[in-house]
Every structure is written in C-alpha cells, then in structure tokens.
C-alpha cells in the first residue's frame, strides 16, 4: 500500500505545476525540466515526474522520451470539447441536487458571486475564476458524485487557460449577471431553469477558441 506522505508530496507537486501553467507562468511552448522544477517546489524527482505524467495525460505538458517535455500550446479545439464535457457534468450537478439545496449552500453561492465581481472589477483573475470555481462547486459538492467532480477537475484546466488570456469585464459583467439568475433558479428550487442556466453560463466558454488557432 501506497505510503500517505508520498501520495501527498506527488498531489502538491501536481497542483503547483498545473496552476504554474494555467496561470501562463509556465508558458505555452516552454521546456520542463523535472529536476528543476523539483529545485524549485523543494521536492524530490519522483513525485514532480509522477505530476509531469499526470499532466501529459491531461493535454497540459506534451513529453517524447529521451528528447524533452513542454508545456502544450493553447489549442481551441481542445477548449471547446473540454468545455462541452464541463458543462454536461455541471448541467447534471445542478439538476441532480437544485431541488434539495438548503439555505446554506445559497448563501454560499451569493457569497461567492459577491467575490467573484468584486475580482473582477479589480482585475485579479485568479480570485474571479476562484470565486467562479466556488460558487459551481456548492452545486457539484451537493451531488455527491465523485466520478462528476473528478471529471470537472480534469478537464477545467484546459479552459481556464485560454479563459485567462480572454478575460475581460464584459465577459465578467455577463458572468455576474447569469450567475444571479443561476442562483434566483436554485434559491426557488426550479431545477429545470438553474440547469439551463448553467449550460448558458458553461457553453459560452466553449466559443472562447473560436479563432481556429492555436496560441
């Protein structure tokens, strides 16, 4: 059996090195050096390789053995087909659980859009797309479905990075205003409109790699 603390040391080098590239501060293109990195995480090789191997499976660094691994290119197409899974796993979130939400979990998502354009009038992209995160995550909590969440997990990044370079305060200022609606439907619960909703919200961000280019 696997040991607690090197499951750990890997899940820390995996989430250091996936929202490095998110966040484009390793950038498209750019050559990954295991033993670097692991310098600069203050890991050891094996966990920051095991991330490595987990992020080329996830189409966030491409490797060829014995010649080099990088970060991917930004590819449109890719966004628009993990942003189609995306929202097919949050349209099922939220028809599954709107009906059986408490007051709680409403106010948590109030709470979270509050934040979320409070960032965004600020320019802080990190802590908009956070607060976007945690106000869709009160919905995928709630269905109790770990094979949804993990998949929402997994293809997320994807969009995330390509939802950064485009980000701007019209897109936000749509946000806000159909996150309101998201959570008038949930607070009413009217599962058929907050599923709605939240394939409006999801699908536009599959049209963010309407350019046919990759970055």
Same mark, same amino acid.
């Given at each position: 059996?696997?040991?607690?603390?090197?499951?750990?040391?890997?899940?820390?080098?995996?989430?250091?090195?996936?929202?490095?590239?998110?966040?484009?501060?390793?950038?498209?293109?750019?050559?990954?050096?295991?033993?670097?990195?692991?310098?600069?995480?203050?890991?050891?090789?094996?966990?920051?390789?095991?991330?490595?191997?987990?992020?080329?499976?996830?189409?966030?660094?491409?490797?060829?053995?014995?010649?080099?691994?990088?970060?991917?290119?930004?590819?449109?197409?890719?966004? #628009?087909?993990? &942003? +189609?899974?995306? =929202?097919?796993?949050?349209?099922?979130? !939220?028809?599954?659980?709107?009906? $059986? @939400?408490? *007051?709680?979990?409403?106010? #948590?998502?109030? &709470? +979270?859009?509050? =934040?979320?354009?409070?960032?965004?009038? !600020?320019?802080?992209?990190?802590? $908009? @797309?956070? *607060?976007?995160?945690?106000?869709?995550?009160?919905?995928?909590?709630?269905?109790?479905?770990?094979?949804?969440? !993990?998949?929402?997990?997994?293809?997320?990044?994807?969009?995330?990075?390509?939802?950064?370079?485009?980000?701007?305060?019209?897109?936000?200022?749509?946000?806000?205003?159909?996150?309101?609606?998201?959570?008038?439907?949930?607070?009413?619960?009217?599962?058929?409109?907050?599923?709605?909703?939240?394939?409006?919200?999801?699908?536009?961000?599959?049209?963010?790699?309407?350019?046919?280019?990759?970055?």
């Amino acid at each position: 059996m696997e040991r607690v603390h090197r499951r750990l040391l890997r899940e820390t080098a995996y989430e250091a090195i996936r929202d490095a590239v998110v966040r484009g501060d390793l950038a498209p293109g750019a050559a990954v050096n295991s033993a670097e990195l692991a310098d600069r995480l203050g890991l050891s090789r094996a966990p920051v390789r095991d991330a490595l191997a987990r992020l080329a499976d996830e189409g966030l660094v491409e490797t060829k053995p014995q010649s080099y691994t990088r970060v991917t290119r930004v590819a449109p197409s890719e966004v #628009r087909d993990a &942003a +189609a899974v995306v =929202r097919a796993m949050h349209e099922l979130a !939220a028809s599954a659980t709107v009906g $059986a @939400l408490g *007051a709680d979990e409403i106010a #948590r998502m109030r &709470a +979270a859009n509050e =934040r979320f354009e409070a960032a965004a009038r !600020a320019g802080d992209i990190d802590a $908009a @797309l956070a *607060a976007d995160d945690d106000l869709h995550g009160v919905l995928v909590r709630a269905s109790g479905n770990r094979a949804l969440a !993990a998949t929402i997990e997994r293809y997320t990044p994807l969009i995330r990075r390509l939802e950064r370079l485009q980000f701007g305060r019209d897109h936000a200022r749509r946000s806000v205003e159909r996150h309101d609606d998201l959570i008038a439907a949930c607070a009413a619960g009217d599962a058929a409109t907050a599923t709605e909703m939240t394939g409006l919200i999801w699908r536009s961000l599959e049209h963010l790699g309407d350019d046919d280019h990759d970055h």
